[in-house]
């Protein structure tokens, strides 16, 4: 929970300073999560490169404070690497796609998710700052309740109570670049983005309880981070037509 509280305390810092420090710090998120999934997967036998999946993961946080086309080009230089890479080590036909294929699942989703923050920040601090708030709400509901539930069930329910509860605070203060109600429909995409994005977690990893505290730390972002600035985009371009 101190961790959780430290992360959001950094987060809200970091859009208060503007988008250089959310670059930093999701970057380093990113690089750290894709490192520990990397690992993870190497001892399970794989080939995946940490150094690379570091980078990349890193990386793609980077290249999306430029735009979505040194996005995509970052996300090439990627798989490129990791191909490469995997190639260097004279593996076998099987364990060399095996080997890429480990390194760019343990950096591509993390990367996005942090991209996703940068993004949503280049159209608007009020769509960062709700995106990140959201979030925050679900962790804190999932974790207060989840931690001493005895389903998996209860965790995510309290978190998606919790997106409600400050949603409707959004509408009322009429948070750009939202405009009243139609907020609803992006809490809506938080409740549903947020746990699905935790079993993405899951499925990244080799093995459910396998150690990541970092991706564990952006694993709500997951799904829910690259759809979010591409919806509220279409969601601007509406209401300013």
């Known amino acids: 929970m101190r961790l959780g509280l430290l992360w959001f305390g950094g987060v809200v810092a970091a859009l208060a300073v503007g988008w250089p420090a959310v670059t930093v710090l999701y970057a380093g998120a990113a690089g750290w999560a894709a490192?520990?999934?990397?690992?993870?997967?190497?001892?399970?036998?794989?080939?995946?490169?940490?150094?690379?999946?570091?980078?990349g993961g890193g990386g793609l946080v980077v290249a999306s404070a430029f735009g979505?086309?040194?996005l995509g080009l970052a996300a090439i230089?990627?798989?490129?690497?990791?191909?490469a890479t995997?190639?260097?080590g004279g593996r076998h036909r099987e364990a060399l796609v095996e080997a890429a294929g480990t390194t760019v699942q343990s950096?591509?989703?993390?990367g996005l998710a942090g991209a996703g923050v940068v993004l949503s920040l280049r159209l608007d601090i009020g769509a960062a700052a709700v995106l990140v708030v959201l979030v925050a709400a679900y962790e804190v509901g999932d974790y207060i309740v989840g931690s001493g539930a005895g389903n998996a069930v209860e965790g995510p329910a309290a978190g998606i109570v919790a997106i409600a509860v400050v949603t409707v605070v959004v509408v009322v203060l009429d948070?750009?670049?939202?405009?009243g109600a139609d907020a609803y429909t992006f809490g809506a995409l938080a409740a549903i983005g947020c746990p699905l994005g935790q079993l993405l977690g899951s499925?990244?990893?080799?093995?459910?309880?396998?150690?990541?505290?970092?991706?564990?730390?952006?694993?709500?972002?997951?799904?829910?981070?690259?759809?979010?600035?591409l919806l509220v985009g279409l969601y601007m371009d509406s209401t300013a037509g």
Do not use: K
């Open 86 to 88: 995997g190639a260097l």
């Open 107 to 110: 950096a591509l989703f993390v």
């Open 175 to 179: 948070v750009p670049p939202f405009e």
């Open 77 to 83: 230089l990627l798989v490129a690497a990791a191909v």
């Open 35 to 55: 490192m520990q999934a990397a690992v993870a997967w190497a001892e399970e036998g794989s080939g995946a490169d940490r150094v690379v999946a570091a980078v």
């Open 203 to 229: 499925a990244i990893l080799p093995r459910v309880d396998a150690p990541a505290p970092a991706l564990r730390r952006l694993d709500s972002l997951l799904l829910l981070g690259p759809l979010w600035p």
């Open 68 to 70: 979505t086309g040194p």
